[in-house]
């Protein structure tokens, strides 16, 4: 008699998008403002471009719109989403949150809709929690989106900062679906999640609704920043892997915040991985935080370099300290 293989439910990814401003900003066109340099910038950071959100574009509108794609490329209505989470640090009002607006662009008459706030972390918060109630039954169909306008806490005089952010949206769908218990099958396989909040001085906003009751410009002492997310991203693709039961040669693609090039090529030398398996798109979209990751990703999907079947490594840090990965079967 032979025994049926274990079986599990597990948020599989249907179907990836992004969501852009209109305005593509090259460093030669920064430069022309910001006391600045083409070279300068691509040799520290290695971006040559971002986009910035322009009148009428907003973290919910930039949101709406990768939704929109994720949901084409899935091949469902938006009436079969139960759950929105939005990942973001620059949300449209202090409140509601922008998933409910993004709810409402969308034609959904009701479903559950939030967001979660951990900076650059926040799509592998999002997608963890989205996970956890897909497994736990308490939803079958979302959206996770990680949306950002950071053009609009930046302060526009300090050039070390400036010149490293910008704007954009990307999203996936995640759906239920049964699957063998093994790495092997699709879905989420693994998520780790950290926060340190000793080190808020290191990378913050100067305001906000309960301090200044201003927005606040955002701050950052970039050395030490860069020191902490090698040796904190190596760990956590570590830890995420052990979990997962993969061998780190068995990685077919990480796709990390993209934060920094130098960040990136330290951290794939750290883990012993080639740099060709590391997926960067840090160049012509600069650091846009919480969006970075899943904006990478649609972008390798659609270009085909990711395929159905590989595997795939998410993960990021961002202010608080925050830091997360998660392993993923595509």
């Known amino acids: 008699m032979t025994v049926p293989a274990a ?14 401003p209109a305005r593509c900003v090259t460093n030669v066109e920064l430069a022309e403002t910001v006391d600045t340099s083409d070279e300068w910038i691509v040799e520290r950071t290695g971006i040559r471009s971002r986009y910035i959100a322009g009148e009428g574009e907003t973290t919910a509108t930039l949101a709406t719109d990768a939704a929109r794609a994720a949901l084409d490329a899935a091949g469902i209505e938006p ?59 308490a939803a079958q169909t979302a959206l996770v989106i990680g949306a950002e306008t950071f053009s609009r806490i930046l302060d526009w005089e300090d050039r070390t900062t400036c010149v490293l952010f910008g704007d954009g949206a990307g999203a996936i769908v995640l759906t239920a679906a049964q699957v063998a218990n093994d790495n ?13 909040g000793r080190h808020n001085q290191l990378l913050y906003v100067d305001g906000g609704p309960s301090t200044t009751g201003t927005v606040g410009k955002l701050r950052m002492r970039g050395q030490e920043v860069f020191r902490h997310a090698v040796t904190n991203l190596a760990a956590v693709l570590r830890e995420v892997s052990e979990t997962a039961g993969i061998a780190i040669d ?18 794939a030398r750290k883990l012993g991985l080639a740099p060709e398996r590391v997926i960067v798109t840090v160049d012509r979209h600069a650091n ?13 999907v659609r270009d085909g370099r990711i395929g159905r079947g590989d595997l795939v490594m998410f993960e990021a840090m961002g202010g608080g300290f925050t830091w997360g990965a998660a392993a993923v079967r595509y």
């Open 7 to 20: 079986t599990v439910r597990r948020a599989v990814i249907l179907g990836t998008g992004s969501g852009l």
């Open 79 to 137: 009436q079969a989403v139960d759950l929105i989470i939005v990942a973001t640090a620059t949300p449209d009002q202090t409140f509601p949150a922008s998933a409910t607006k993004v709810q409402a662009l969308l034609g959904i008459d009701d479903c559950v809709a939030f967001d979660v706030q951990a900076v650059c972390s926040g799509f592998l918060y999002a997608l963890s929690v989205a996970d956890s109630m897909i497994r736990s039954g």
């Open 184 to 196: 092997a099958s699709q879905g989420i396989l693994a998520v780790k999640l950290h926060a340190d």
């Open 250 to 267: 068995e990685i077919d693609w990480v796709v990390p915040h993209q934060a920094n090039r130098r960040i990136l090529d330290a951290t």
């Open 288 to 300: 846009t935080s919480a969006a970075s990751v899943p904006l990478a990703f649609d972008a390798a």
